[in-house]
């Protein structure tokens, strides 16, 4: 069997119609926790933390996760997120290991996104889409490794203090950011970091920036696909602006899931597209 496998900050549970197993990742602090599982309340992890006094955290998905995600598989395809930021890629090759140890005649290929949500899902489609039109294993795996030197990701996010307060960036630019409506346009860099672009006020100029980063990046009206953070209005004008220029845009906007949704906060928009 085959099995097109995710962890659960790629929020990717289907694929037209092909099931994609979900490894999750953990939210926690000293007095509650929640499973990224596509069970958790997003909504109600967000009131939570933004009362809560105390630190939080989070946890990458741990190797029985992967393990429980890769049972009954021959052929395996992994999709994690950066391992610039996040131990989930380290943790998918020890599983990957262990599996092998046990199915030497398996194949499992894991694949480090350098980035997540709407670019590990634009990544994990492509897997499906190649796999589905009769590729062989090999092939998908090289054709992958080509197709994530032609996808990008962007966010727009009002606040940068999770990200603090877990190392994820440096301390002096989380200071600026929510003061005065101010966020902050950023991208994932090629080490898989978090790499700003700019500062903006207010939400007109934050989408301006955006269209014009992803028109730079070199957007052509392929895939594109907006994950938001309670805030669908942006999404939808962000994809609006898109559509001006391409019609026929491939593009998607969806609710993000609890481990972006932690990081990108309130209010945040994360966007994964294709360039050429
Ligand atoms: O505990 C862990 O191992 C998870 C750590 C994850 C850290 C970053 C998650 C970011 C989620 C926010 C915007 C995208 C930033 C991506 C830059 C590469 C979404």
């Avoid at 967000?46 to 890769?70: I, N, V």
């Avoid at 997120?81 to 262990?98: E, H, P």
């Avoid at 953070?229 to 969806?254: F, H, T």
């Amino acid at each position: 069997m085959t099995k097109y496998v995710v962890d659960s900050s790629c929020e990717a549970v289907s694929y037209r119609g092909q099931r994609i197993e979900s490894a999750p990742l953990m939210i926690y602090t000293d007095e509650v926790s929640y499973i990224d599982d596509g069970s958790m309340d997003i909504h109600n992890m967000l009131d939570t933390l933004e009362d809560y006094k105390g630190r939080s955290y989070t946890a990458c998905p741990g190797t029985e996760s992967w393990l429980k995600a890769f049972e009954g598989g021959d052929l395996i395809y992994v999709v994690a997120m950066t391992s610039g930021l996040s131990g989930t890629y380290n943790s998918a090759m020890v599983a990957k290991d262990i599996y092998l140890q046990e199915h030497p005649e398996a194949r499992v290929e894991v694949f480090d996104t350098l980035s997540t949500g709407p670019e590990s899902k634009l990544v994990v489609e492509k897997i499906i889409e190649l796999d589905k039109s009769g590729c062989t294993f090999d092939e998908v795996c090289s054709k992958i490794r080509e197709y994530m030197k032609h996808t990008r990701l962007f966010f727009a996010l009002g606040s940068l203090h999770n990200m603090g307060q877990n190392g994820r960036v440096n301390k002096v630019l989380v200071s600026a950011i929510g003061l005065l409506g101010i966020s902050i346009i950023a991208t994932a860099s090629e080490e898989g970091k978090v790499k700003p672009i700019a500062k903006a006020r207010g939400e007109r100029k934050v989408i301006k920036h955006i269209l014009e980063e992803i028109s730079g990046a070199g957007y052509k009206g392929g895939k594109l696909r907006i994950s938001h953070v309670e805030n669908e209005p942006l999404a939808i004008k962000v994809a609006d602006g898109i559509r001006g220029n391409y019609a026929d845009a491939d593009i998607e906007i969806y609710p993000a899931g609890g481990l972006c949704s932690y990081y990108a906060e309130r209010g945040g928009i994360i966007i994964g597209c294709e360039t050429e």
